[in-house]
């Protein structure tokens, strides 16, 4: 059903999330798996918040974890609760306004996360390579300039590219064949030639990929170097140990961006750029609390304690 203002030029007032709606089938089943990733989600980021919270944990790395965490459960809930209703309802229209809030803040979101991982692996970096001055150089102000500096990129990217994507006409169906506004599927509906944007969209994909993503094998490289000439084999394992939880998390979340934004059109197939959308709001965020507390052994401990307080308090309150 298409909601338009007849004219001269008939306007898109409204855009309808196609989804998987041809398969029946699979509503209620997509309902539930999504309920329950976005509930594990929200549990799980929440959690490494109040233990990043700890005393024992107050370095750096946890501080640029708990603010990951913030911006995964942000950023998962832009799509999933409208995924979630529209799974379950025949009326799958979000407003003009809407969607483009959706693609700002999904935007937003995603790209200060980009730029935020790099600041994790320069912690590392600096931890590893440079461990006697670590405390002087990753002070707090430093902390703090590089989380709002990633908050700053993704927040001028995301602006220019949701303004230009909404300055396209869309003049005839208004119907996105995805769950949410992204910029891919919307400018397919564009009824002017979008090959110079998709040209431009191509070369803003690649610099905002791929300049965290080279300061990130930058550090890695110079850590790796590092870690191999330590004599210690305790060192090493320790040392690779703080890394691994960060590299994995990186390895997904830039390898599910990259198939998303940087694929060939030619094997662009509408449902297969539909999964690996799921996949790609949902995956990282899911897995990032799991990943750091699985690898780490503070994460671990400070669980434990969190845990401990907690049941020491409803025995205390019970005794009185």
């Given amino acids: 059903s298409e909601n338009m203002n007849m004219g001269n030029l008939t306007t898109v007032t409204e855009f309808i999330l196609l989804g998987f ?5 699979l509503q209620v089943p997509l309902f539930s798996i999504y309920l329950f990733i976005y509930i594990i989600t929200l549990m799980g980021n929440m959690l490494i918040i109040l233990i990043t919270i700890d005393t024992a944990l107050q370095t750096p790395m946890y501080f640029f974890l708990r603010v990951l965490s913030f911006l995964e459960i942000c950023y998962t809930s832009v799509t999933i609760p409208k995924m979630l209703v529209d799974f379950l309802s025949d009326n799958r229209s979000i407003s003009y306004l809407g969607c483009a809030a959706q693609m700002y803040f999904l935007l937003f979101l995603g790209i200060s996360e980009c730029f935020l991982l790099a600041a994790m692996a320069y912690d590392r970096y600096v931890a590893i390579c440079n461990p ?38 869309f003049c005839g169906s208004n119907q996105i064949n995805y769950f949410f506004c992204d910029i891919p599927p919307l400018i397919k509906l564009s009824c002017t030639d979008t090959s110079s944007y998709e040209m431009q969209l191509f070369t803003v994909t690649i610099l905002v990929n791929f300049t965290p993503f080279s300061l990130i094998v930058v550090s890695y490289t110079l850590i ?37 934004y940087l694929r060939p059109k030619s094997i ?36 434990q304690r969190l845990l401990w307080n907690g049941l020491k308090g409803k025995i205390f309150s019970q005794r009185k």
């Fill in 21 to 25: 709606s041809n398969h029946h089938d």
């Fill in 132 to 169: 006697l001055r670590y405390r002087l150089i990753m002070n707090r102000r430093v902390c703090l300039f590089l989380t709002v500096l990633s908050w700053f990129w993704g927040n001028v990217v995301s602006l220019v590219q949701t303004a230009w994507v909404f300055t396209l006409p």
């Fill in 224 to 260: 790796i170097s590092t870690i191999l000439k330590m004599a210690s084999a305790d060192g090493r394992h320790k040392a690779f140990s703080t890394c691994s939880s960060h590299l994995i998390v990186v390895t997904l979340y830039y390898g599910s961006s990259g198939l998303i």
């Fill in 268 to 303: 662009n197939s509408p449902d297969s750029n539909k999964v690996l959308a799921l996949m790609y709001t949902t995956i990282t965020p899911i897995l990032n609390p799991i990943v750091y507390s699985l690898r780490n052994n503070e994460v671990k401990g400070a669980m």
